[in-house]
C-alpha cells in the first residue's frame, strides 16, 4: 500500500511535469506563430481567410441576421475598423471581432478588406437564380 501510495505520489508529479511541459510548448507556439507570420510574410488565399468570416456575417459577408454585413463595404472603412478591433482600444460593445482581429496580420487585414470590398452588397439575378 505503502509502495502504491508512492507510485501514485511520483506518477502525480510526473504528470503535473508532463503537463507542465505541454503548456509551455503550446503557449511558445502560440507565441511563435505570429511572430514567424510577420517575418515570413507566409503566402495566405484571401478566400480561405474569408471563409472563416461567413459563419457569423453570412455566405460573402451578406449577413442574414443581426451580425452586419461587411459585402460592398468600401475598402479603406473595413481596414479601418478592422485595425480598430485590433488595436489596444478596439470601439466599445466590441464583442468578438477584437480577438479575432488580433490574430490577423496587416497584410491579412488589407487582403480581406481588398476581398470583401470588391463583392456587392447584394446577390445578382445570377447568383439568386443559381440559389
Ligand atoms: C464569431 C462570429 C464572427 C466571426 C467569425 C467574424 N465576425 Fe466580424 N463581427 C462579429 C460581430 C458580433 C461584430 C460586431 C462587433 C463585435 O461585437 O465584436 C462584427 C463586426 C465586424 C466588422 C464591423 C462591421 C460594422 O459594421 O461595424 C467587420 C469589418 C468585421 N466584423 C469583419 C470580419 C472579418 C473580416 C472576419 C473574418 C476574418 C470576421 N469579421 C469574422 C462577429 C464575427
Redesign the pocket.
Known amino acids: 500500500m505503502r509502495y502504491l501510495a508512492t507510485t501514485l505520489l511520483k506518477n502525480e508529479k510526473l504528470m503535473h511535469i508532463a503537463r507542465t511541459a505541454l503548456g509551455a510548448a503550446a503557449l511558445l507556439g502560440a507565441l511563435a506563430a505570429p511572430g514567424l507570420a510577420a517575418a515570413d510574410q507566409p503566402i495566405f488565399d484571401a478566400k480561405v481567410?474569408?471563409a472563416?468570416?461567413a459563419?457569423?456575417?453570412g455566405t460573402d459577408g451578406r449577413s442574414p441576421g443581426s451580425?452586419?454585413s461587411?459585402a460592398g463595404?468600401p475598402e479603406a472603412i473595413?481596414k479601418q475598423?478592422?485595425q480598430a478591433?485590433k488595436s489596444d482600444t478596439p470601439p466599445a460593445?466590441?464583442?468578438?471581432?477584437?480577438r479575432?482581429a488580433k490574430g490577423?496580420s496587416d497584410q491579412q487585414i488589407d487582403a480581406?478588406a481588398q476581398h470583401?470590398s470588391q463583392i456587392s452588397r447584394s446577390p445578382s439575378a445570377q447568383e439568386v437564380a443559381k440559389q
Open positions: 481567410l474569408a472563416a468570416c459563419n457569423c456575417h451580425i452586419p461587411i463595404r473595413l475598423q478592422l478591433f460593445g466590441t464583442t468578438v471581432m477584437n479575432l490577423l480581406l470583401f
